[in-house]
């Protein structure tokens, strides 16, 4: 059975930094893109971050380039999203996904 | 970067009703183009990918079709359990700002 299971979200003030991890099970992890999307409280999905299998490639929205850095470790089965210089609008549910599965999301509350 | 259009917004209906929501890309994705259903507070669920290809376990009154630029998600006869909001996506890229089916 397939699972993503995310963590590393909760309150960080604006202008932090919070690392969300993405633990992968029941498939051949290096062989698939992983994805990060978010939702904001009451709104609908923003794409957020995008990395090959291999790790060799990465997209990132306009939104947060520059801010977030998306990496993986295959031998750990494992995806990570790295967020700095955090501001009030990336408040939101994290999902890591392979678009055919997803996690159950992560909260992450940027507030002072 | 591409810009994914859905319409409408909201759509309301009632059991039973063929129902037809549009998805735009300001420039050509090819087929790489994939549909969700969420409902509230949970993960987004995978109903059709490649534009027209019906995910496994999804219910055949799902179908998509379209390429380039222009993709229709159909529901032919409206169920209960279909009352939820509906994304397009370009792989691994942007998504539709979404299209709530609401009750009529």
């Known amino acids: 059975e397939v699972q993503l299971v995310e963590s590393g979200g909760g309150l960080v003030q604006p202008g932090g930094s919070l690392r969300l991890s993405c633990a992968a099970s029941?498939?051949?992890?290096?062989?698939?893109?992983m994805n990060w999307v978010r939702q904001a409280p009451g709104k609908g999905l923003e794409w957020v971050s995008a990395i090959s299998g291999g790790g060799g490639s990465t997209y990132y929205a306009d939104s947060v380039k520059g801010r977030f850095a998306i990496s993986r470790d295959n031998s750990k089965n494992t995806l990570y999203l790295q967020m700095n210089s955090l501001r009030a609008e990336d408040t939101a549910v994290y999902y890591c996904?392979?678009?055919?599965?997803w996690g159950q999301g992560t909260l992450v509350t940027v507030s002072s | 970067d591409i810009q994914m259009t859905q319409s409408p917004s909201t759509l309301s209906a009632s059991v039973g009703d063929r129902v037809t929501i549009t998805c735009r890309a300001s420039q050509s994705i090819s087929s790489w183009l994939a549909w969700y259903q969420q409902k509230p507070g949970k993960a987004p669920k995978l109903l059709i990918y490649k534009a027209s290809s019906l995910e496994g376990g999804v219910p055949s009154r799902f179908s998509g079709s379209g390429s380039g630029t222009e993709f229709t998600l159909t529901i032919s006869s409206l169920q209960p359990d279909d009352f939820a909001t509906y994304y397009c996506?370009?792989?691994?890229?942007?998504f539709g700002q979404g299209t709530k089916v609401e009750i009529k």
């Open positions: 996904t392979t678009m055919r599965h």
């Open positions: 029941g498939f051949t992890f290096s062989s698939y893109a």
């Open positions: 996506q370009q792989y691994n890229g942007t």
